[in-house]
Structures are given as structure tokens and as C-alpha cells.
């Protein structure tokens, strides 16, 4: 695990869970329910990735693969002014992609190695949400095993990316909460399965009161298990 770099959330508390910040060299996953703040802390990172190093960034860019169409140039531009970047130059250093279906998600990340190569201030790759289209378009038990296996090669190839590039991939997975999921295994939810089978990092997203949020650290190799509250802001995600 030497060279691993951080990039921080904006908020301490999360950077603490996540033993600094968002990772490169792994892939890190946001699952949780609906409005639970995905969006929200890729949107974060993909602005604070591009801030210099001392202030928990890496001076590079970010490409933003985008399933569901909720990205937001509007949020990006407010996200950048309130920590004194110009909105402007943090837009256009944001490569943001739309993804239609999931021949279309799996063609784009087999591009990226290409772009990247050309391109190595790129220092973090989003896919949000990495499962959308794999769900809608291969419903059904007899689907799954395809299903799986496709998801599976994908994940992977974005793991390889993380390595060879020493950069940071976050992907979002919705998962809808049951009441006894805190008390059973969270990794496997009644609205489909945490990305448990491949390398990475798994973070839990769960509402609370007004605009707090808690994390939870799942299963982490290196990492503490642990809970910590952040904020959804109008300035962006903050303690
Ligand atoms: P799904 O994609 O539906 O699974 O949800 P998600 O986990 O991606 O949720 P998302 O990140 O979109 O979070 C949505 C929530 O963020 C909203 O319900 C608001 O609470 C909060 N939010 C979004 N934009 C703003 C904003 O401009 N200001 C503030 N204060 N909160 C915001
Ligand atoms: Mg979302």
C-alpha cells in the first residue's frame, strides 16, 4: 500500500473513516438508498480532486461517468466557489460522460485506458451509478449469472485503471434499506448486492435526521470498521 494517495470528502469526519481520504490505487464504493448523498460526494470529490495537494487534493482532473443523468454543472460551479476554486476552470476539468445502457458504460471504460494514457493528470474516475443499467437491463433470476459476470469484467477493468494509473475510482450502487439490514448482513440487501466480489472499498450511506448522513465502513481490509455523521450542504458535504 505505499504511494496510495488521498483525496479528502470535505468532510473530517468521513476523511477520518476512510483513513484519510478517497483512495487511489482502489476502487472505493458508495452504496446506500435513495438521497442518501452518492451523488452528492462524487460531485465533492470530482471538484476537491483538482485542489494541490496540501489542501487534500492532487492537482488533477476527474472523469465523470454519468448512468443516471444527475450530474449537475450547477452544484459542480457552487461545490468550487465555496472552497475559493474558480467555477469556470473546475467545470472544464471535469470530463463528464453520459452512459446509456450498458454496452455503452462498458465501451466507455474500455476507452478510458486510451484517454488516460494520454492524459495522466486524470486522477479520478466516477461511475454513477455503476449498477443502474446492469439492473434494468438484466432483470430477472435468469439474467443474473450474465448479469454478474458482465458487472464483474467491468468492475474490474476500473480496479486495473485505479492501479496502473494510481488514480481513484468511485463507484455508487443504489441499495435499498430493510429495516433488519443493520442487524443482518449489509452486504446483502433486498435492492440488490453490495460489489462484495471484487477488491475495494465499501461505505454505507444512511440518512438522518434533516442533512446528516452516516457512514459506515463495511468490511475493509486495512481499514477500522467505524460510523461517522457529515452534512449534505448548500456549500457542498461538510461535518
Ligand atoms: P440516488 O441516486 O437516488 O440513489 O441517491 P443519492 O444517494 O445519489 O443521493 P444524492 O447524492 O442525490 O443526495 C440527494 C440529497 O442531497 C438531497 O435530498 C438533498 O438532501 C441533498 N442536496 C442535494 N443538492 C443539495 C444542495 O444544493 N444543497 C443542500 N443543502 N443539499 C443538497
Ligand atoms: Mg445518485
Do not use: W
Not at 458482465?150 to 429495516?179: C, G, S
Amino acid at each position: 500500500r505505499a504511494n496510495v494517495k488521498k483525496i479528502t470528502t470535505g468532510s473530517q469526519a468521513l476523511d477520518g473513516l476512510l483513513g484519510g481520504g478517497i483512495e487511489t490505487r482502489t476502487m472505493t464504493e458508495l452504496f446506500g438508498e435513495f438521497g442518501s448523498g452518492k451523488t452528492q460526494i462524487c460531485h465533492q470529490v470530482s471538484v476537491n480532486v483538482q485542489l494541490p495537494p496540501e489542501k487534500g487534493g492532487l492537482s488533477g482532473k476527474a472523469l465523470y461517468i454519468d448512468t443516471e443523468g444527475t450530474f449537475r454543472t450547477e452544484r459542480i460551479k457552487a461545490m468550487a466557489s465555496a472552497i475559493g476554486l474558480d467555477p469556470k476552470e473546475v467545470l472544464q476539468n471535469i470530463m463528464s460522460i453520459r452512459a446509456i445502457n450498458t454496452d455503452h458504460q462498458i465501451a466507455i471504460v474500455e476507452e478510458l485506458q486510451d484517454i488516460i494514457a494520454r492524459d495522466e493528470s486524470i486522477k479520478l474516475i466516477v461511475v454513477d451509478s455503476v449498477t443502474s443499467h446492469f439492473r434494468a437491463e438484466y432483470s430477472g433470476r435468469e439474467n443474473l449469472a450474465v448479469r454478474q459476470q458482465k458487472l464483474n469484467r467491468h468492475l474490474h477493468q476500473l480496479v486495473r485503471l485505479a492501479e496502473i494509473y494510481d488514480l481513484a475510482v468511485i463507484v455508487t450502487n443504489q441499495v435499498m434499506a430493510r429495516p433488519d439490514m443493520f442487524y443482518g448482513d449489509p452486504t446483502v440487501a433486498v435492492g440488490g448486492h453490495t460489489l462484495y466480489h471484487v477488491p475495494g472499498i465499501r461505505v454505507q450511506i444512511k440518512k438522518s435526521r434533516g442533512n446528516r448522513r452516516i457512514a459506515r465502513m463495511v468490511d475493509a481490509p486495512h481499514l477500522p470498521e467505524g460510523e461517522v455523521v457529515f452534512s449534505i450542504t448548500n456549500t457542498g458535504i461538510r461535518d
